[in-house]
């Protein structure tokens, strides 16, 4: 499976961004996706995680309310909402598929990763 992270950019703080995740030579199938990210200078984070088809999802504390996973199985795509973006929320975004069908926020569960997009918000 490969699979493709876009819609990274520059925004303003407070502004909005959706992040594609596509899958190809390969589906997500019945595995967990999940988004994590990586800033300057810091290991690479958990951010959000969605099972399917139940739809379960989990998020870091500091993006709770802020951002929203989901996936659509039929397009073999995920999807990160992020709104009210902040200054600290500047990452590489990666997105990955997991070798579980259960919610996990652990990366060494997570087999295919995308390449990464960059995330800068300006404050």
């Known amino acids: 499976v490969q699979l493709q992270a876009s819609g990274g950019g520059l925004v303003q703080a407070g502004g909005s961004l959706r992040l594609s995740c596509e899958a190809s030579?390969?589906?997500?199938?019945?595995?967990?996706t999940g988004w994590f990210r990586q800033a300057p200078g810091k290991e690479r984070e958990f951010v959000a995680a969605i099972t399917w088809p139940g739809g379960s999802t989990k998020y870091v504390d500091s993006v709770k309310g802020r951002f929203t996973i989901s996936r659509d199985n039929a397009k073999n795509t995920m999807y990160l909402q992020m709104n009210s973006l902040k200054a600290e929320d500047t990452a590489v975004y990666y997105c990955?598929?997991?070798?579980?069908?259960?919610?996990?926020?652990?990366?060494?569960?997570?087999?295919?990763w995308g390449q990464g997009t960059q995330v800068t918000v300006s404050s």
């Open positions: 990955a598929r997991s070798v579980y069908s259960t919610i996990t926020r652990r990366q060494d569960e997570y087999n295919y």
């Open positions: 030579r390969g589906t997500f199938s019945v595995y967990t």
